[in-house]
Every structure is written in C-alpha cells, then in structure tokens.
C-alpha cells in the first residue's frame, strides 16, 4: 500500500536555525500539506499545496515558513529562523485530487528546538 | 477556522464493550468528515469517512448528524489493539484545504 514518507524522523537544531523537512507524498496524489502537533495539542494545518503553490495557509504559516516541490517527488517545509515554540511534530499529508479528499499522513518528523 | 470539540476522556472500557463517543463541529458549511486513530507520538491513521448516511466498517461504526451538527464514533466489541486516541477531523468547506482536528478522546481498553 503506498504511504507519505518522511525525512528526518528527528531533527535537534539550535534556535535561530533554517531547519528542511523533507516529505515523499504519495505518487498519483496532487494535493501536498503539513501540518504540525504540539506536544499535548492538536493537529493544526499549516500549508497546503496545488499544482506548484500554495493553495491555503493558515495564520501560524508565516513569513519564517516555506515549501516547495523540488522535483517530482520530493514536497520540502522550510523554517527559515527556528525558535523554541516550533518544537513540534510536523506531519506530511497528501490527498488525491479534491481537497475534501481523504488525507493520508506521513509518520511525522520531530523537531526539536533547543 | 471554527471549532472541532472531543471530549477528551480518558474512557476507561473493558474489553469486550461498546463505547461510542462523539464529536462536535461549529463551522454549519463543514463538507467533509473523518474519524482517525492517532497512537503515541504517531501520526494520525484514517480509521473512516464519515458519510451523511452513515457508513460502517467491521466494528467500527460513524454517524453524521448535519442539523445538530455533531459526527459520532461507535466501537462494537472493542479490543486492546482499539486503546489509542481518536481524532475527528473536518473540512471546513469553502474553499478549505485543511482539515480542522479536535483535540482528539483518548479510549483505554482494560483486560
């Protein structure tokens, strides 16, 4: 069965770091997000992505964040400048065509900020 | 976005019962709807679409109700393997990408 993969599974990094994840969606799905979970919080969306651009972010998705789709499989989540408060688990989806498809999740990245 | 609210338990069940929860939305435009089973620091698996006419999948069985505005989960027979947590997730309509999560129940499933 295919999935979202992800890169790295744990990413330490010192404040005011660029940190790069990195997602493989799943191959014939043409809408890529991510989104992130605080530590004892929700799952909040930050970004999708359609057809090569952002197609919806939410507030938290700020001018700190990027992403882009490097080539043909890779789907990357920059933060430019890392703080403390971006510790997070930061997980990848993918969806196959319409947005109110089922989204399928990748198993995350960690990241730590210290 | 509006509101997804859970109620976020902990439900103690033993092994063997029923155990139903539900899951309310505030945004009345909400298109689509999910249930999915997020483990310990893992990410979220999709457990089920929610369909206006209610759909089932072995023991697991989900409810959309569009006029009270809620989405409901129900357990029949539930395992150890069922103990996780479960989040509702919805898209908000109107042009929304994303899919707003509740804070998820936490369902423990005793021997």
């Known amino acids: 069965e295919p999935e979202v993969t992800q890169t790295p599974s744990h990413q330490v990094t010192q404040m005011g770091q660029e940190v790069i994840l990195r997602c493989v969606p799943i191959s014939n799905h043409l809408y890529f997000y991510w989104y992130r979970q605080i530590l004892g919080q929700k799952v909040e969306f930050l970004v999708s992505f359609y057809n090569n651009e952002i197609s919806e972010k939410s507030e938290i998705f700020d001018d700190q964040f990027s992403v882009e789709r490097p080539d043909g499989s890779n789907f990357t989540l920059k933060i430019r400048s890392t703080k403390l408060e971006d510790s997070a688990m930061y997980f990848c989806a993918s969806s196959e065509e319409r947005r109110t498809d089922t989204q399928y999740f990748g198993p995350g990245t960690r990241l730590t900020v210290l | 976005r509006k509101e997804v609210e859970q109620d976020p338990g902990p439900f103690n069940v033993p092994e063997g019962a029923t155990v139903a929860f539900n899951c309310t939305y505030s945004n009345s435009a909400s298109q689509s709807f999910f249930w999915y089973r997020q483990d310990c620091r893992k990410e979220p698996k999709l457990l089920m679409s929610?369909?206006?006419s209610g759909n089932e999948d072995g023991r697991f069985t989900a409810q959309l109700n569009r006029a009270s505005q809620y989405i409901s989960l129900l357990i029949r027979d539930s395992k150890l393997s069922d103990s996780a947590t479960y989040l509702c997730a919805v898209n908000e309509g109107g042009g929304a990408d994303g899919l707003t999560f509740g804070k998820g129940t936490h369902l423990i499933i005793q021997p």
């Open positions: 929610v369909y206006s």
